[in-house]
């Protein structure tokens, strides 16, 4: 928009259609007149003070998204403006008028707010959100959007869309929300009977003279409505769901903005109807099927929580806990373990009931005892009273039992007791329901027995291949660090490996197999052994290791063929230190941590083992003097990831070894590594075994 003002009174010269458009009027009937008569609702919005002041100062105002109020009664609108006024000056620097550039950004600010409203609205829909939260929420959206004060209603169609059903109407007076509840769907009943008969919007604009409010008109006046726009709810199949109303207090005609408003938000009623239909017709025929349902999510609960971990006990805990009082006041679970019965979990309402059963054990050779015949027998035993044998069933109140084994392979290895109390009773549905759950938990229980017992074969095996006690090193202090990836059940590919000469030489070892499981197993024992069996008989490391590529590339096929990255050498004590002879075969670069607490990269090129039947390698020769560090590592460490996947670095180990304190102990050294890694990773879980020797040179006094 622009217009050209003059004088104190700023007389309107000219002005571009798009200004006399946002006004209103033809042109011609515009111009030579104060802008204050010709739009006389700016004064009292504080539009003309601006401008007198603009004028008085010569000083440019800007503004930005002002509310203007633009017409008069049934013609008035809400706009938003982006406007300058700029002082015009003569030849002498004088201010002789205003001129007036802006932008109506109504529409993009009325759109901003429509997509905020309406984006809540269909989040609301979107988590299932109650019909008539939704429709309250809508309602009062749009009360808020509306230029003018503006009251909603939304009336919900009957199944066969002959009346009309009180949906939301937060403003709209109790008596009035009530009277029209109910109302008949027809030609002439009101404005919003005539547009759910007709599925088309009906515009009433003076209620007080409209024929369709006829007997409606007094129920209207005592509300104090006086306008109303009401726009039919569709289904998508064109079915009637409902009707949407806008009313005023005074009469009025609608604009574009206030119909786009209906449309919009009379769909978003649509989605949000249909949805509570389709979920009321789900939940029908939910209640049609609920007892099973109910069942298989107690068998579902009940199998998850099994699972949780793999801890027999546990699960015997849980299986206790999940039976009460689901299928019974009282439970106990009773296993056999080397002849003789242990009770693992009980349940019961109180602490006090659930110690005095804990507290019970039954006999397993005895014939009167329901645990005993079960696990004999293999078959569920039910009855309307008291177990026969010994127990305290007078202080718990016991009136009747159902006693379940618990199978593995076809033998009860356990049971599962319930005992009720009171009125309760076992029916078949029950009965079936529990024999269903001890399935499950029996399964549960042998897979946690299985885990058990393959973690310890993993620690058994992984502990054979690794020193089981560090041997004392004349002249130097030895620490390592092992931790492998995973829950345990896998044999890890990194090891380790410290042991004597006759001549008073060492041998040390450090590397990485390919692979995890078995195969890893196989090939670092492998390496190993072969190390330990060649070095008496062969001059130097470079030897030592050649055997060992030879023996990889002669393994079995079923032994695997993974490759090996190792770093072997041999040391001798000396007088001032510890004289170090190694070769490094594709492992990562050993580290040398000095007296003054430096910290070198120690390079000796070496390709890997069990790719080629020839190796190149470099051997190097290294002397640490006391309190001088060696430290050898696997990838494990230096590739840690923290949660955005980074990986810990050389740059990272290498700084954290430089920052211990002087004369670092080996064991000071292994935790300042450990500790720098787990800092980085934080909770991030590892991915690859981890593996840490250290040689440390001591003083000879």
């Not at 009664?73 to 700029?86: N, P, V």
């Not at 309402?349 to 110690?355: A, K």
């Not at 058994?460 to 202090?477: F, H, I």
Request: net charge negative; glycine share 8%.
């Amino acid at each position: 928009m622009f217009a050209s003002l003059a004088g104190p009174a700023h007389m309107l010269e000219h002005a571009n259609a798009a200004f006399f458009a946002a006004i209103g009027g033809p042109e011609p009937a515009r111009t030579g007149v104060p802008l204050g008569e010709l739009v006389p609702e700016l004064v009292e919005q504080g539009f003309i003070s601006v401008l007198d002041r603009v004028y008085r100062t010569g000083a440019v105002y800007t503004g930005r998204e002002a509310r203007v109020v633009l017409g008069e009664g049934t013609r008035a609108r809400e706009a938003f403006l982006d406007f300058t006024y700029e002082p015009r000056l003569d030849a002498g620097g004088n201010v002789v008028g205003v001129r007036v550039i802006g932008v109506e950004t109504t529409q993009v600010k009325q759109a901003q707010r429509l997509t905020a409203e309406h984006r809540v609205l269909l989040e609301q829909i979107a988590r299932q959100a109650p019909l008539p939260e939704v429709l309250d929420g809508m309602a009062r959206a749009i009360e808020d959007l509306a230029a003018e004060e503006v009251l909603v209603s939304v009336l919900l169609a009957d199944a066969d869309g002959r009346h009309l059903r009180h949906g939301a109407a937060p403003s709209l007076p109790g008596f009035y929300n009530e009277a029209i509840d109910g109302i008949a769907t027809g030609e002439g009943v009101g404005s919003c009977g005539t547009a759910a008969h007709r599925r088309l919007p009906v515009v009433v604009t003076d209620i007080a003279t409209d024929a369709f409010w006829e007997d409606f008109r007094d129920l209207a006046d005592k509300a104090g409505l006086a306008a109303c726009w009401s726009t039919p709810i569709l289904a998508r199949d064109g079915s009637l769901l409902g009707t949407f109303a806008m009313y005023h207090r005074v009469p009025r005609a609608p604009q574009e903005a206030d119909l786009a408003l209906a449309r919009v938000f009379a769909d978003t009623a649509a989605l949000a109807i249909e949805r509570h239909q389709a979920e009321q017709a789900r939940q029908a025929a939910e209640a049609r099927e609920k007892t099973a349902r109910d069942d298989l999510a107690f068998l579902l609960n009940a199998s998850t929580r099994l699972s949780f971990d793999l801890d027999a006990d546990q699960s015997f805990q849980r299986l206790a806990s999940s039976c009460v009082p689901r299928l019974a006041p009282l439970c106990a679970i009773d296993i056999l373990e080397g002849g003789r019965v242990r009770r693992v979990a009980t349940a019961a309402p109180t602490p006090d009931l659930q110690e005095l059963l804990a507290a019970h054990v039954p006999v397993y050779d005895a014939d009167d005892d329901a645990v005993a015949r079960v696990m004999a027998s293999d078959i569920s035993e039910i009855a309307r009273r008291t177990p026969t044998g010994p127990g305290p069933w007078h202080d718990l109140g016991v009136t009747g039992y159902l006693c379940i084994p618990l199978l593995d392979r076809g033998s009860a290895f356990g049971t599962v007791t319930l005992l009720s109390t009171g009125e309760h009773t076992f029916d078949g549905h029950t009965v079936a329901l529990a024999e269903e759950l001890a399935r499950r938990a029996a399964a549960a229980v042998r897979n946690a027995r299985q885990y058990t017992h393959r973690a310890a074969l993993a620690h058994d095996l992984q502990a054979g291949l690794l020193l089981p006690d560090l041997p004392r090193v004349p002249g130097a202090e030895v620490a390592t660090y092992y931790h492998p990836a995973g829950e345990g059940l896998d044999i890890g590919g990194d090891f380790y490996d410290v042991f004597p000469f006759e001549d008073g030489r060492w041998a040390f070892m450090l590397g990485d197999v390919c692979g995890r499981g078995a195969m890893a197993a196989t090939t670092t024992a492998l390496v190993r052994h072969t190390a330990r069996a060649v070095a008496p008989l062969v001059p130097d490391p470079q030897a030592v290791v050649e055997a060992v590529n030879r023996a990889l590339i002669n393994r079995p096929a079923g032994h695997g063929t993974g490759f090996v990255t190792l770093i072997y050498g041999q040391l001798i004590p000396t007088e001032d230190g510890l004289d170090i002879e190694f070769v490094r075969a594709g492992h990562g670069l050993p580290l040398h941590l000095d007296a003054d607490g430096m910290v070198h990269a120690v390079d000796a090129p070496g390709s890997l083992l069990g790719i080629s039947p020839h190796t190149s390698l470099t051997p190097r020769r290294l002397h640490l003097r006391p309190h001088e560090s060696l430290l050898l590592y696997t990838d494990g460490i230096t590739e840690a990831r923290r949660h955005d996947g980074e990986q810990f670095g050389e740059e990272r180990l290498t700084d954290a070894l430089a920052a211990t304190p002087p004369r670092p102990a080996a064991q000071h050294l292994i935790d300042t590594v450990t500790q720098a890694v787990h800092a980085f990773t934080g909770d991030t879980s590892i991915d690859d075994d981890q593996a840490i020797l250290i040689l440390t040179a001591t003083d000879p006094g």
